[in-house]
């Protein structure tokens, strides 16, 4: 069993910022890439950013220069730093983690965490 748990979802107003990160736990042999994505009311997900253990970045081109992903290792953890943020940038946010648990390779979610901006 894995699970992934998400914290720093909120409200903001326009041009503020916020820093969620996300948890892995569980029967865990290694991580590789660990990512966001976000869903918008009415929208299809979408990624925002993604972190290879290697350190490979990418990045939507709606938050590129605003936001910045980040892990730790040693904590299985993955961050999300997002600045300036836009009313754009409502949705919820899920971490996602391509984890090896055991011999298995699995695609692990978060249950998800709100983030509303307000103009």
């Known amino acids: 069993q894995v699970q992934l748990v998400e914290s720093g979802g909120g409200s903001v107003q326009a041009g503020g910022s916020l820093r969620l990160s996300c948890t892995a736990s569980?029967?865990?042999?290694?991580?590789?890439?660990m990512a966001w994505y976000r869903q918008a009311p009415g929208k299809q997900r979408e990624s925002v950013a993604a972190?290879?253990?290697?350190?490979?970045?990418n990045y939507a081109d709606s938050v590129k220069g605003r936001f910045t992903i980040s892990r730790d290792n040693a904590k299985n953890t993955v961050y999300l730093q997002m600045n300036s943020l836009k009313s754009e940038d409502t949705a919820v946010y899920y971490c996602?983690?391509?984890?090896?648990?055991?011999?298995?390779?699995?695609?692990?979610w978060g249950q998800g965490t709100l983030v509303t901006v307000s103009s």
């Open positions: 996602n983690a391509q984890i090896v648990a055991g011999f298995m390779p699995l695609d692990a």
């Open positions: 569980g029967n865990i042999a290694s991580i590789n890439t």
């Open positions: 972190l290879t253990s290697g350190g490979s970045t």
